[in-house]
């Protein structure tokens, strides 16, 4: 008990830490900037892809100093600007809250009107392509996890398998497989060689398998990792598994410690649906 003591404080630290950085207000439309200084709303152009001529940008919408119909190599593209859509981080609360389908709408409709930045730098369509392929996994859905992840592996110049593919083939295994397999599988994907968004899902997802065998201590373990071990897998991810730790730590009639998990998910679910729920867990806990 004391080293779960321990890693909820760190937990909670890294919360802090990490919602420091989130940005609020309005979400800002988000921007191709090119290497030249102007820059241009990415729903104001399209992408012509064009072996012999080279990729250009085709404006279709006036947005000073382009007009409509000009041209732009898609090699002067720098880097994106903007605020993540708040649809992608809406998707992962819904998706991780038991509404995958519901997630998928949502993050759909990200992936495609982002799709034309995938391959420029700071670009936040990587992001919501690899939630929509978790999002995919939990449905069931096998043939669109294999498209998207090959899609995700080219525009992210990886050679070899896109580790978030692996995460979904992780989850695609049917639940009548033993449950020491399944958790093997999830297992193997928190080592250290792999990035921290697919450490922190795994590690969300090992907590769900052991707390439906009811192994609460392995399983609040588990939920805790994602803010404690691995906080750069994303703040919503980090809210919904500081919500499921909150819950098992309710029944075990530790509250204080549950009341400020839930403060903390409050912090990391900004913009989402999640920030009612954690503040009626907070009533109900007092």
């Known amino acids: 008990m004391a080293q779960l003591s321990t890693i909820i404080r760190s937990s909670l630290l890294a919360g802090v830490f990490t919602a420091a950085h989130l940005a609020v207000g309005a979400e800002d439309p988000v921007r191709i900037v090119f290497k030249n200084g ?3 709303p990415a729903s104001a152009v399209t992408l012509t892809v064009d072996k012999e001529k080279g990729d250009r940008f085709v404006v279709k919408t006036d947005a000073d100093p382009y007009k409509v119909g000009q041209e732009i190599p898609f090699t002067s593209a720098d880097h994106i600007y903007g605020v993540k859509p708040v649809a992608v981080s809406q998707g992962v609360v819904v998706m991780l809250t038991g509404k995958p389908k519901d997630a998928i709408k949502l993050l759909e409709s990200v992936v495609s009107e982002q799709r034309i930045t995938a391959k420029i730098s700071g670009n936040f369509w990587l992001e919501a392509a690899r939630t929509l392929l978790v999002a995919y996994a939990l449905n069931g859905q096998a043939k669109e996890c294999t498209d998207l992840g090959k899609e995700i592996a080219e525009a992210a110049h990886i050679q070899g398998i896109e580790p978030f593919a692996s995460l979904g083939k ?14 093997i599988a999830l297992r193997d994907l928190t080592t250290g060689t792999l990035p921290a968004d ?5 590690s969300f997802f090992r907590g769900n398998l052991y707390k439906k065998e009811k192994r609460n201590v392995e399983a609040l ?11 750069s897998g994303g703040l919503a991810l980090m809210a919904v598994a500081e919500m499921q730790a909150a ?8 509250r204080d410690e549950a009341i400020d998990l839930c403060r903390s998910a409050v912090r990391d679910a900004v913009g989402t649906t999640l920030v009612q729920d954690a503040n009626k867990r907070i009533e109900s806990l007092k």
């Open 198 to 202: 697919v450490c922190a899902y795994a």
């Open 247 to 254: 819950e098992l730590l309710g029944t075990l009639n530790r």
């Open 221 to 231: 373990e588990a939920y805790l990792s994602v803010p404690c071990l691995y906080p």
């Open 38 to 40: 102007p820059s241009i």
């Open 170 to 183: 992780a989850l695609l295994m049917p639940a009548t497989l033993k449950f020491d397999d399944r958790e």
